[in-house]
């Protein structure tokens, strides 16, 4: 008899350790706010140090392991629309996970789309700027329908009797997502309704029409709109076509008959990122509303929800760089390589503090830009600062941030392409901001207009840019150029020579932009960081991509400190 023979056994064989090693321990149970000390410094300079107590408790909460969770929870579990109901009858509703509910829940009891309208203190628009800079970092998808609600009080005002009705519920720091009439609920949040099929930066071209009802300022609505984000809004500030020409409307989702509007969602949209909130396709069928404003008026009265709304892609665009920064920074500073940490390695100290440079500049343009939506309310300068810095910081930060996270996510390497990472979801976020609320061309379009029909806006900006010269010649001899530039726009404006203008708006809005940045840098940031912005953004001593940074750039003070 041949001996059998006898596998051998999984216990024979020597045990692999299971345990993963050089791996980065999970970036968690930290407080957003304290790490970040450019954001405490300007809270406090800028008027906010009332609220640092709640900013720092929001920034605690939000690096929790169960806040981060929402995060990804509701990025993973997305919004299910139901149009209709088991008997066919139309139910337009969007459900959403419970992780969504607790990220907005968390954002209206911290006030993100109501403090500086009912907290009259100096520094309510930076406050909330910070507490919103610290929210989207966690999770940005649901900060769309916040800031919305925000935004829609500046243009709400324009119709005084509406807004009494309506703001208390609004500025309501309960949050209420029942889908029920307003008048039945402890708080309310309104969406935007503006872009259609055939047109979302040429609104002129809106196909919307709204039939006036007697002679009241009640309107039916009959059309579309292509995006409407966070449809489960209790109301939207939409754009249609009187008899007078495009005007504003308030579109409830319920008629003060307590009837369904005929509001009804057509589908939800598949999106790149922003998978936590929902944006909907819409149709109105003669949908019950009430006008804002003047009658033909439309565009200015909406156009003051969409400052606020701009103020909030900037806020955002800033956020995202600073968390992927922090992202970096943490993965770099215990994943070793090549017998070193990450974080040693003379090439990846170039890049991280090259995103840190950017970061930097990109929080204090925003916490600038909110100061001004503060001082805008009794300063006329702040108020002509406000109107054309509100482009600018859209534009600049919303296309920086593009790179910014994608560079950052490559600092982790592979682990950085995989979703567990949080960086895919800043990256596919990141490109959002750059196309709401008017697109990167649309938004220097409106710095040429600004320029154009607003002197005191070129002198406010070069006024701002002014009070830092002195500082850094490189800087002075900048400014002096941009000043020239300006006083060029004015004249070619008045020539008429509109089209070369437009062919170099970006250019344009890119100088101005680094210019603002540079001398803020001058004044708040160190010395150190503040040469490295200048010599690598001013002063040509950079190359086309993150970590060209010059050789006599002081890394060591740069990096000194991100978390
Ligand atoms: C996720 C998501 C959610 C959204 N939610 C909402 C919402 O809730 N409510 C809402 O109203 N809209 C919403 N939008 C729509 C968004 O605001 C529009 O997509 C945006 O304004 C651009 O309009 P458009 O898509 O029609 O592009 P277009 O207007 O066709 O523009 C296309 C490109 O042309 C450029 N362009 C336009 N005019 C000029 C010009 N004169 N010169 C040079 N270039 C020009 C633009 O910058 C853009 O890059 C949402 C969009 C997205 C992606």
Redesign the pocket.
């Given at each position: 008899m041949t001996a059998s023979f006898q596998p051998k056994i999984a216990r024979d064989l020597p045990v692999q350790d299971q345990t993963a090693q050089n791996q980065v321990p999970p970036l968690t149970n930290y407080n957003l706010f304290l790490g970040d000390r450019t954001l405490a410094k300007a809270i406090v300079r800028e008027g906010a140090a009332w609220a640092r107590e709640q900013i720092s408790e929001l920034g605690q909460l939000l690096g929790t392991d169960e806040a981060q969770r929402w995060g990804f929870d509701a990025n993973e579990n997305t919004p299910v629309l139901h149009t209709h109901d088991r008997y066919g009858n139309r139910r337009d509703e969007v459900v959403f996970h419970p992780s969504w509910h607790s990220l907005m829940k968390t954002s209206v009891e911290n006030r993100l789309h109501s403090l500086p309208w009912i907290e009259q203190r100096k520094g309510a628009n930076v406050a909330r700027a910070a507490l919103m800079m610290l929210t989207a970092q966690n999770e940005a998808g649901h900060t769309c329908p916040i800031s919305m609600t925000f935004s829609a009080v500046a243009a709400l005002r324009a119709e005084p009797g509406l807004a009494r009705q309506w703001e208390p519920r609004i500025l309501s720091s309960v949050y209420d997502p029942r889908f029920a009439p307003a008048e039945e609920k402890a708080g309310v949040l309104v969406?935007?309704?503006?872009?259609e099929k055939q047109?979302?930066?040429?609104v002129r071209a809106n196909t919307t029409r709204a039939e006036r009802m007697g002679g009241s300022r009640e309107y039916l609505i009959t059309g579309h709109?292509w995006?409407?984000?966070a449809p489960m809004c209790d109301a939207f500030l939409i754009l249609a076509h009187s008899a007078k020409g495009l005007s504003c409307f308030l579109l409830p989702r319920w008629t003060p008959t307590g009837e369904r509007n005929k509001f009804h969602i057509q589908r939800l949209?598949e999106?790149l990122g922003?998978r936590s909130n929902a944006?909907s396709e819409v149709e109105f069928a003669q949908a019950w509303a009430h006008l804002i404003g003047e009658e033909g008026r439309g565009v200015q009265t909406i156009i003051e929800m969409v400052n606020h709304t701009r103020l909030d892609c900037a806020i955002a665009a800033a956020a995202l760089m600073r968390q992927a920064l922090v992202q970096a920074v943490h993965h770099a500073s215990h994943r070793r390589v090549f017998g070193k940490l990450l974080i040693e390695q003379p090439l990846m100290r170039n890049v991280l503090a090259d995103l840190a440079i950017e970061s930097e500049a990109a929080t204090l343009l925003m916490v600038r830009l909110a100061a001004s939506f503060d001082a805008r309310q009794t300063d006329e300068r702040e108020r002509a600062f406000c109107r054309i810095a509100t482009a600018i910081a859209k534009y600049w930060l919303c296309k920086r941030a593009r790179v910014h996270v994608s560079e950052a996510l490559e600092c982790l390497g592979g682990n950085g392409y995989v979703e567990e990472s949080m960086m895919p979801r800043l990256y596919r976020e990141a490109p959002?901001y750059s196309?709401?609320?008017?697109?990167?061309?649309?938004i220097c379009?409106d710095v040429l207009r600004a320029l154009a029909k607003e002197p005191a806006a070129a002198e406010a900006l070069l006024h701002e840019l002014k009070s830092a010269t002195g500082a850094d010649k490189r800087l002075d001899t900048f400014i002096l150029k941009i000043a020239d530039e300006l006083s060029d726009k004015a004249r070619s404006s008045s020539l008429q020579d509109y089209g070369a203008t437009?062919f170099a708006a970006r250019r344009l809005t890119e100088g101005l932009a680094l210019a603002l940045q540079a001398s803020l840098v001058v004044r708040h940031s160190s010395p150190e960081l503040a040469e490295a912005f200048i010599a690598s953004r001013l002063d040509g001593q950079h190359g086309q991509s993150f970590g060209t940074l010059p050789s006599e750039a002081d890394v060591n003070s740069v990096l000194e400190g991100i978390i």
């Open positions: 969406g935007m309704g503006m872009t047109g979302g930066s040429d709109k995006f409407c984000s949209k999106k922003n944006s959002l196309i709401w609320e008017g697109s990167g061309n649309v379009l437009e």
